[in-house]
């Protein structure tokens, strides 16, 4: 079994940044690719990046390339999500996500443990 717990969010500006920690219980969070997803108010929960279990590959949703940065470290158990630039479109309840496999996923269904998420909101 496996637990996330995910902090770091917040209320922020537009061009602000902010960056979201989740950290995993459990021997096995070396060998598992980790997610992050959102969920805006009325909308499904979309992919916004993913990382190997050996942080060497990554992937980004469009939206996201070049604004955020997803990375993990074994050793403390936890991957990290820095946002920056972020617009108003980023406000959305953001969820860590791990999966069984060590190689990267982009869809919902592929990830077997969530998080509680954690609320993201930009406005000015």
């Known amino acids: 079994q496996v637990q996330l717990v995910e902090s770091g969010g917040g209320s922020v500006q537009p061009g602000g940044s902010l960056r979201l920690s989740c950290v995993a219980s459990?021997?096995?969070?070396?060998?598992?690719?980790m997610g992050w997803f959102r969920q805006a108010p009325g909308k499904e929960r979309e992919f916004v990046a993913t990382?190997?279990?050996?942080?060497?590959?990554?992937y980004y949703t469009d939206s996201v390339k070049g604004r955020f940065t997803i990375s993990r470290d074994n050793a403390k158990k936890t991957v990290y999500l820095q946002m920056n630039s972020l617009k108003p479109e980023d406000t959305a309840v953001y969820y860590c996500?791990?999966?069984?496999?060590?190689?990267?996923?982009?869809?919902?269904?592929?990830?077997?443990?969530w998080g509680q998420g954690t609320q993201v909101t930009v406005s000015s």
């Open positions: 996500a791990a999966r069984v496999a060590s190689y990267i996923g982009r869809e919902v269904y592929e990830y077997d443990y």
């Open positions: 459990g021997r096995t969070f070396s060998s598992r690719a």
């Open positions: 990382i190997s279990a050996t942080g060497g590959s990554t």
